[in-house]
Each structure stands twice: as C-alpha cells, then as structure tokens.
C-alpha cells in the first residue's frame, strides 16, 4: 500500500494554473474638455457614469487575451468635467481547468486579476488631470458575469 497522494498510472491530471504572461494598455484617453471652468472648487458632488466590459478571445496554447473597458464621465452643473476610457489587455495562460467551467473563469477570474491594475491607471489619469482620484469601487465580476448571461450577452471564447 502506498502513503502518497499521487494519481494511479495513466491518470495524470494536469492541476489548474493560469499566470500572466503579459498586461498592456490598449487604448487611454483622458478628456478635460471645459478645463479650466471645471478645475474650480465646487461644493457640488460631480455626477459620476462608470462602464465596465469584459472580453477575451482565445488564441493558441491555451492562452486567451482578456479585455477590461473602464469608461468614466463626470458631469457638473450640466458642464462634463472629464472622460475616461481605458482598454486594459492581458495575455493569460489557463491550464488544468475543465473546458466546461473555461469560460466563466476567463470571464470572471481573469478581470479580477486586471482590476487592481486598470484602476490605478484611471485614478492616476484624473489625478493627472486636475481633479482628485477617481478610485473605482471594486467590482464583483461574478455578479457582472450572471447579470450578462441574463441578459443574453453571452461571449464565446473563439
């Protein structure tokens, strides 16, 4: 009898891995379009619209490059302050994970893992701009993920 934990002959199971091969930005603009009216102290919370998109494509080997699309507008008085948008790629390799549970992991995993990095860039683009940070709330990309097979925006992994 044997004490190891290992797999029988013939039953190798390759564990589950993903690591990150490369991140990028994609696309960043910053606009400050009434600048300098809108660098002006004000008592009035700016109205804030923030979008968030996930998409990933599927390459070679088990690699899939994921999208993050943060898209952020802040209004005042009617008069828009700034605009941000930032498209954060990255590459990523996935082994080990069932082709059944592959894509909400791509869709879910992925993008949290990119998070963290896409809102540093946002707050230090509107910081850069004049206004205080914009630190994004956390996103549970579960719950972005159900709320888009809901409503039928469901994405293959091509």
């Known amino acids: 009898m044997s ?9 190798q199971q390759q564990q589950p891995a993903m690591n990150i091969l490369v991140q990028y930005i994609k696309d960043l603009s910053f606009e400050n379009p009434n600048a300098p009216a809108t ?13 968030v998109n ?8 088990g690699q899939f490059e994921v999208t993050l699309s943060l898209e952020a507008k802040a209004v005042s008085n009617g008069m828009a302050m700034f ?13 080990g994970i069932p082709e059944e549970h592959m894509h909400p992991f791509v869709l879910i995993e992925c993008p949290r893992m990119l998070f ?3 809102r540093q860039i946002i707050s230090d ?4 701009g004049g206004f205080p940070p914009l630190m994004i709330d956390p996103i549970d990309f579960a719950a972005l993920y159900r709320q888009n097979m809901a409503q039928g925006n469901t994405q293959s992994l091509n």
Request: with cysteine.
């Open 125 to 128: 683009c509107t910081r850069n």
């Open 83 to 95: 605009a941000v948008e930032l498209v954060y790629c990255s590459i990523f390799r996935i082994q």
């Open 116 to 118: 963290p990095f896409a």
């Open 54 to 61: 996930v998409s990933a494509t599927k390459h070679e080997d």
């Open 39 to 51: 660098l002006r102290p004000s008592q009035q919370q700016p109205q804030l619209d923030i979008n």
């Open 3 to 11: 004490d190891t934990n290992e797999p029988a002959a013939g039953t």
